[in-house]
């Protein structure tokens, strides 16, 4: 197994204890994704966006999210045979959990560098295949934890405070 963590300077060395004290949630919302599903690309970026809007979120904090969100939804339908996205709200922050079924990552530190991209033919055609979505998200999230291997599954965590 192998992990990757993240955190901006102010987060720096508190990530795992700051995921471990977590209390249980306000709400929690679950999603599906499939692979290769672009047409639904998007749809849990958006619905969380909205949540938070509801909850007087601030405008860069949305977008925050929404970008974080919508490149790890993509990572899953691009990359994977689909997954699951378990988003939980607590009073000052939302962690969003990104779990799929494989076929997970060689290297995470490679997959993670900027233009590094093993999107395939369909994924080029729709548009996709920079290499910049992970460095997207580590750009806009607070903590990033990455658990992957080859031949596994891939769990990606983001925490992003807004309070
Ligand atoms: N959920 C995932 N499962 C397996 N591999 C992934 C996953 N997410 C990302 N990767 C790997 O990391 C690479 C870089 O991802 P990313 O920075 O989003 O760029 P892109 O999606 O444009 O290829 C991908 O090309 C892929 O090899
Ligand atoms: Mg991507």
Redo the contacts with the bound molecule.
């Keep these: 197994m192998s992990e990757y963590w993240f955190s901006q300077p102010e987060f720096e060395g508190k990530a795992l204890e700051l995921l471990n004290v977590l209390p249980t949630p306000e709400f929690v919302q679950n999603f599906e994704l499939d692979e290769k599903d672009f047409i639904n690309a998007g749809k849990a970026a958006a619905k969380i966006k909205n949540a938070l809007k509801q909850l007087g979120v601030v405008p860069a904090v949305l977008r925050r999210v929404a970008i974080a969100v919508y490149?790890a939804e993509?990572?899953?339908i691009?990359?994977?045979k689909g997954?699951k996205i378990k988003c939980s709200y607590y009073h000052n922050c939302i962690l969003i959990v990104?779990d799929?079924y494989?076929?997970?990552?060689e290297d995470i530190e490679q997959?993670?560098f900027p233009g590094?991209?093993?999107?395939d033919e369909l994924?080029r055609e729709m548009g996709?295949?920079?290499?910049?979505?992970?460095?997207?998200?580590k750009k806009n999230c607070d903590i990033l934890h990455i658990i992957?291997e080859k031949g596994k599954k891939?769990i990606?965590e983001i925490l992003i405070y807004f309070g």
């Design positions: 490149e993509i990572n899953i691009a990359h994977s997954g990104f799929d494989g076929p997970g990552m997959s993670i590094y991209s093993t999107a994924v996709f295949g920079a290499g910049m979505g992970l460095p997207n998200i992957s891939t990606l």
